[in-house]
């Protein structure tokens, strides 16, 4: 069946540190492939997203890059700020716009 | 556009009793979902639906029932509360680019 794997938080780092949330899919087909960032006490807004492999999605200094060979979707940003601080996830979809999501990545970073 | 809204935004209720959800997208959207999210997890979709007049279940349906007499409205009803339902409920619905939009979400406690 479909699933997401994501890396295990909490992570945390310091403001203009480099970000990775490492992202890992089981899908069969061709999924598009989703971030979404979660802040506190808010619902669920997209950062960014890819359809087809060797896209990348890119949103506000994140990016991500859809890697079939591997089928990853890890997500990076060159310098992170603590209005970055917040959860993210990773998501698939692969019919009828059902998401599948990962457990979610918690990011927090200090000043 | 308002987007998605959902009500209550917070409620507790006791093991037995029965509520309702309300879900509302002023979008057009023909596909809605209701979502749950555990802590530390990532959501889980519990019913879907791809127009008025037409619902399916997700991954975990078991003790809710849903609705769809119009496109705006997708209510997720629940009949007799148990502890395990204690979670946070997010309703989504889907634009024609595959983009989900969700709602702030829904903050039940079952005691």
């Known amino acids: 069946g479909n699933s997401v794997t994501q890396m295990e938080g909490p992570v945390t780092l310091s403001e203009e540190a480099f970000l990775t949330i490492n992202c890992t899919y089981t899908a069969t087909g061709y999924p598009s492939l989703f971030w979404y960032v979660q802040y506190p006490g808010e619902g669920l807004q997209l950062l960014l997203k890819?359809?087809?492999?060797?896209d990348k999605g890119s949103n506000k200094g994140f990016e991500a890059t859809y890697r079939k060979e591997t089928t990853s979707f890890h997500l990076e940003k060159g310098s992170v700020q603590v209005s970055d601080s917040a959860v993210y996830f990773c998501?698939?979809?692969?019919?009828?716009?059902?998401?599948?999501f990962g457990q979610g990545t918690e990011l927090s970073v200090k000043p | 556009n308002a987007g998605v809204t959902q009500t209550p935004k917070f409620r507790i209720l006791k093991i037995g009793q029965s509520m309702t959800l309300q879900c509302t997208q002023d979008m057009n959207h023909n596909y809605m979902y209701w979502y749950r999210q555990d802590p530390g997890m990532g959501l889980k979709l519990i019913y879907y639906s791809v127009g008025a007049g037409i619902t399916d279940k997700g991954e975990v349906p078991n003790g809710y029932n849903v609705s769809r007499s119009t496109t705006e409205d997708f209510p997720l009803r629940l009949e007799l509360a148990a502890p395990s339902q204690t979670s946070v409920y997010f309703c989504?619905?889907?634009?024609?680019?595959?983009?989900?939009?969700f709602g702030p979400g829904t903050r039940l406690t079952v005691l």
């Open positions: 998501a698939l979809s692969n019919q009828g716009g059902k998401l599948i």
């Open positions: 890819a359809t087809k492999a060797d």
């Open positions: 989504a619905s889907i634009d024609r680019y595959g983009e989900q939009f």
